[in-house]
């Protein structure tokens, strides 16, 4: 059974690099700041959130620690 507002989360990536993550009916979006980013091409993130992308998980299956990857502030 689907309840309204329970569902209809979407994300697109942003311009800044990030996530917007909008909730339905009414919620507020806002940028949610990448965490992980890729070695050799910076243009490629991820903010931690939903599906690993398909670049950090081929890194993580060849053996690589996910916490290697994570941007320093």
Not at 14 to 30: D, K, N, Q, R, T
Not at 34 to 43: A, L
């Amino acid at each position: 059974m689907r309840y309204p507002g329970a569902g209809g989360v979407r994300t697109q990536t942003g311009e800044l690099g990030g996530e917007a993550v909008c909730g339905g009916y009414g919620a507020v979006c806002g940028i949610t700041p990448p965490k992980y980013r890729h070695p050799e091409n910076p243009e490629l993130t991820w903010s931690g959130r939903g599906q690993m992308p398909r670049w950090l998980r081929e890194l993580v299956d060849a053996g690589h620690d996910k916490e290697a990857f994570r941007i320093r502030d």
